[in-house]
Each structure stands twice: as C-alpha cells, then as structure tokens.
C-alpha cells in the first residue's frame, strides 16, 4: 500500500516539476527574448546613432545568436534600470 502511495506522489511530483519547468522556459522565451528585443532593439539603435543591430526589428529570426542575446540583454537592462529609476521616483527603498 505504500509503495502505491509514494509511486503516486512521485508521479504528481514529476507533473509538477514539468509544470513548473515549462512555465520557467514560457517566461524565459516570452519575456527575455522577445519583449526585450523590441525594447533593446531601439535602445541599440539610438545608443549607436543607427548602426547597429543590422538586422530589422520584424527579422529577429534571422539575426544571429550573439545579436539576440546583446540586444535583448540590452532591453532587459533598458526595463531594469526604468524599474529602478522610477522607485527612486516614486520612493520605494
């Protein structure tokens, strides 16, 4: 009887863990990759009068992996720091 009871709760315990693992990779792809591209992208563009990123903002797909990366590292830093100044602002500690 226990053993049905433990392979049960190992069983709720690897659906959750999936669960919880997709939700991560979900929040990693939406959130990092795209939203902070089409934050960072323009950042990029105005921090380098132009020249860079080459690649379209519609055309992530086809920018390289370094580029992506940069560029949405820069967006993500781009929210954090709007993020911090406005609790400055507002007078969060």
Known sequence: MEDLAEGALKGLLRIIGLVVRSLIWLIWEFCFEEISWYIG????????IGKLPR??????????????????????????????????????T
């Open 41 to 48: 992208w323009p950042v990029c563009r105005l921090i380098t």
């Open 55 to 92: 690649t379209p903002i519609s055309e992530r797909d086809n920018a390289t992996h370094l580029t992506i990366f940069l560029v949405s590292m820069t967006g993500f830093l781009s929210l954090l720091t709007l993020g911090i100044v406005i609790a400055k602002l507002v007078g969060s």
